[in-house]
């Protein structure tokens, strides 16, 4: 394939093909249902601003969408608070885990929206007087990103409250610096009912290419988000979206991009696509191995690195 190629007519078959053989990585066990998941699954599907989805095959299989829902946290944080979330999260990289335990000195602000915390606190500022309000505002919010009605997968939200001892320690650490105003728990329940979102690769690579496309999901023609709202996700994503490994990823794949324990991957190249690559088994910074090689031959064939090509 060259840089030439038309994604109209892409063969993300053969793209899956090249990038099935390598099985590298370690699939995530934070939970049973992550642990369970099958490390021979990759799917791949991209979705064009004229509203054509293609996909590989297994882009078809559903998984819980986990740490790739926080770019559309946030979008709808800002939507919702006319964009005074930006006052109470930072949107500076870490150089960190995404799970670790640390807020922005002097200010106990989150240091971006694309790390647990942030996320917690983008949960927490939605729409929603109480947590049933706040996840059905959010499971509404991220169905008109994907142009389809989305489910949570109880079971695994479940477990994600239950078992996120890091995740309620920040929570508390944020009510302790009077960041957080709801209580601890009801931010760490609502953010892992989000987490527990299922989706597949093409819904997910539809939400994408929404951010990719100014906010107007390109399937259903809906204005989900503003332009501007739209932009500044895209922005965080590409400086902060693939965590302690965002800069290297902005250098070698040029696309902003969330990773996800779940192993996906949701790529917003601004007015070209959305896509989305789905493969259990992690790198050392929880990026799917496969969606990497993946999305790096993607911004190869496609020409999507945000900082034009290198010569042949």
């Known amino acids: 394939m060259s840089r030439s190629c038309d994604p109209r007519t892409y063969n993300l078959d053969v793209l899956r093909d090249r990038v099935l053989p390598h099985d590298g990585g370690t699939v995530n066990d934070s939970i049973p249902q992550l642990a369970a998941a099958d490390p021979g699954l990759c799917g791949i599907a991209l979705a064009l601003p004229d509203g054509t989805v293609h996909s590989s095959a297994q882009a078809d299989v559903p998984f819980s969408v986990q740490s790739a829902v926080k770019p559309f946290l946030f979008a709808l944080a800002l939507l919702d608070t006319a964009g005074a979330a930006f006052d109470r999260i930072g949107i500076e990289p870490t150089g960190e885990a995404f799970d670790a335990i640390k807020l922005e000195s002097g200010t ?3 240091p971006n929206p694309m790390v647990n915390a942030g996320a917690l606190l983008t949960a927490a500022l939605v729409d929603g007087g109480d947590v049933d309000g706040r996840n059905e505002r959010i499971l509404r919010g991220l169905s008109a990103f994907a142009g389809r009605s989305l489910e949570v997968d109880e079971e695994i939200a ?3 409250h239950l078992l996120g001892d890091r995740n309620h320690a920040l929570a508390h650490l944020m009510r302790s610096e009077g960041t957080l105003q709801v209580s601890a728990d009801d931010a760490v329940q609502v953010y892992a ?11 997910l690579a539809v ?8 906010g107007v999901n390109p399937v259903t023609g809906e204005r989900v988000v503003p332009a501007r709202i739209a932009r500044d996700v895209v922005s965080v994503m590409a ?3 693939v965590y302690d490994g965002s800069g290297r990823w902005m250098q070698s794949v040029g696309i902003p991009a969330k990773s996800s324990v779940s192993g996906a ?3 917003a190249a601004p007015g070209r696509l959305g896509a989305a690559v789905v493969s259990p088994p992690l790198d050392a910074q929880g990026t799917s191995v496969r969606g990497r090689l993946a ?7 496609l020409g999507l690195h945000a900082f034009g090509s290198t010569p042949d």
Do not use: F, H, K, Y
């Not at 009912?193 to 819904?203: G, I, M, Q, T």
């Not at 939400?207 to 100014?214: D, F, I, V, Y």
């Open 108 to 110: 106990g602000r989150p």
């Open 265 to 267: 991957i949701v790529l």
């Open 239 to 241: 400086t902060c979206g």
């Open 295 to 301: 999305s790096d031959q993607l911004s190869d064939d």
């Open 158 to 160: 479940r477990a994600e």
């Open 193 to 203: 009912r989000a987490c527990a979102v299922l989706v597949d690769a093409e819904a």
């Open 207 to 214: 939400m994408g290419a929404t951010l990719a496309c100014s």
